[in-house]
T-cell receptor, first 115, second 110 residues
Framework: DVKVTQSSRYLVKRTGEKVFLECVQDMDHENMFWYRQDPGLGLRLIYFSYDVKMKEKGDIPEGYSVSREKKERFSLILESASTNQTSMYLC??????????????FGDGTRLSIL | EDQVTQSPEALRLQEGESSSLNCSYTVSGLRGLFWYRQDPGKGPEFLFTLYSAGEEKEKERLKATLTKKESFLHITAPKPEDSATYLCAVQAGNTGKLIFGQGTTLQVKP
């Protein structure tokens, strides 16, 4: 079974802090994704990556950056956390090169609160 | 604009009462339609992929079908443990990105 592990289930940070969310997958998947999920807005794509050291902006990249130094690890960075970034953050991975059409498999999420 | 709409938003069933959830989509160049189940406080769990109109997939009490404009998730004789939010997502074009619907929250009462 695919396992996507997010480093923290719950995280509380202060406004202005730099925040790192970590995600690791154990299935040698090429593609990795970061979403946020908010009530009434559903899942929205922040950034994704098709390969090591490669990244693409999703629909809401403002205020975020990502890093993929190793194939299995994809990090989401909040450069200067703000209260409107309080949300559930979900990481996902999928197999296939290029654009592929394989399902994405999700971690259990990090519930991030910015005070 | 690519769009995915799920209905109803919420559904309450008695145990054993079969029903269907709907996912309507407007996308150019559908590459796949995906159904997920999400329990409170957890990430979405993959259920099915459908690639072309007429395709059907089954798993226990769930059956997913696909037409050119919509997909249905049929739940036969549901049990309380089927209670969850069911998400539909489509992959279109050449980006590999998924477009998610808002989900249907299903509650099955014993």
């Amino acid at each position: 079974d695919v396992k996507v592990t997010q480093s923290s289930r719950y995280l509380v940070k202060r406004t202005g802090e730099k925040v790192f969310l970590e995600c690791v997958q154990d299935m040698d998947h090429e593609n990795m994704f970061w979403y946020r999920q908010d009530p009434g807005l559903g899942l929205r794509l922040i950034y994704f990556s098709y390969d090591v050291k490669m990244k693409e902006k999703g629909d809401i990249p403002e205020g975020y950056s990502v890093s993929r130094e190793k194939k299995e690890r994809f990090s989401l960075i909040l450069e200067s956390a703000s209260t409107n970034q309080t949300s559930m953050y979900l990481c996902a991975s999928s197999s296939g090169t290029g654009v592929g059409n394989q399902p994405q498999h999700f971690g259990d999420g990090t519930r991030l609160s910015i005070l | 604009e690519d769009q995915v709409t799920q209905s109803p938003e919420a559904l309450r069933l008695q145990e054993g009462e079969s029903s269907s959830l709907n996912c309507s989509y407007t996308v150019s160049g559908l590459r796949g339609l995906f159904w997920y189940r999400q329990d409170p406080g957890k990430g979405p769990e993959f259920l099915f992929t459908l690639y072309s109109a007429g395709e059907e997939k089954e798993k226990e009490r769930l059956k997913a079908t696909l037409t050119k404009k919509e997909s249905f998730l049929h739940i036969t004789a549901p049990k309380p443990e089927d209670s969850a939010t069911y998400l539909c997502a489509v992959q279109a074009g050449n980006t590999g990105k998924l477009i998610f619907g808002q989900g249907t929250t299903l509650q099955v009462k014993p």
